[in-house]
């Protein structure tokens, strides 16, 4: 099974300023089966990003994705309030579906 | 407008069994793929059961393995998943997902539908 490792657990940064976010899998993934997720409490979560790199619709330009075998990173550019919440990687090997842990991003 | 919604969801005891239910609109489910995933209180997303637009193939978390069944109608716009045998730590949120073809990932998803087993 692929682990997917995401870090940090929580990060705290203010509107405006850039988010880094990473996800480390424990074995090489197709980027074409890599996605991230956005999830606000109480709400189900909202695909954000499939193919590593690619926007679903309707998401913002701020959002952006990238990497390849091991290494995948979500970058928000300039933070908007709406912005605050958890995210997910999650990937498919054919067989199996897993998610990250998520990473927090909270308010500073 | 794409939806789905999810019913079924309630209080079991452990060993019990419920039978949840996603209707799906606003798009050809029976071109779709789709899952069910489900979310513990306070805790992350795992994946829990997969099913092919025509039913053919079906994959599962090897937590739920044996004890859950996903299935669905496509005459009925309706998917299921039938669990079984059921634990406290399956206590969770469920959500089904429309599968985004060929990408391995779930680009609509429903609010979800809350299952509590506990004695």
């Known amino acids: 099974e692929v682990v997917l490792t995401q870090s940090p657990g929580t990060v705290s940064l203010s509107p405006g300023e850039r988010a880094t976010l990473s996800c480390r899998a424990s074995?090489?993934?197709?980027?074409?089966?890599l996605a991230w997720y956005q999830q606000k409490p109480g709400q189900a979560p909202r695909l954000l990003i499939y193919?590593?790199?690619s926007r679903a619709t309707g998401i913002a330009d701020r959002f952006s994705g990238s990497g390849s075998g091991t290494d995948f990173t979500l970058t928000i550019s300039r933070l908007e309030p709406e912005d605050f919440a958890v995210y997910y990687c999650?990937?498919?090997?054919?067989?199996?579906?897993?998610f990250g842990q998520g990473t927090k991003l909270q308010i500073k | 407008q794409v939806h789905l919604v999810e019913s079924g969801g309630g209080v079991v005891q452990p060993g019990g069994s419920l039978r949840l239910s996603c209707a799906a609109s606003g798009f050809t489910f029976s071109s779709s793929a789709m899952h069910w995933v489900r979310q513990a209180p306070g805790k992350g997303l795992e994946w829990v059961a997969h099913m092919r637009s025509d039913g053919s193939k079906e994959l599962y978390a090897d937590s739920v393995k044996g004890r859950f069944t996903i299935s669905r109608d496509n005459s009925k716009n309706t998917l299921y998943l039938q669990t079984n045998s059921l634990r406290p730590e399956d206590t969770a949120v469920y959500y089904c997902?429309?599968?985004?073809w060929g990408f391995g990932a779930f680009d609509i998803w429903g609010q979800g539908t809350m299952v509590t087993v506990s004695s």
């Open positions: 999650q990937q498919f090997d054919g067989a199996r579906y897993t």
């Open positions: 997902a429309k599968d985004l």
């Open positions: 074995q090489s993934v197709r980027a074409r089966h």
């Open positions: 193919d590593a790199s």
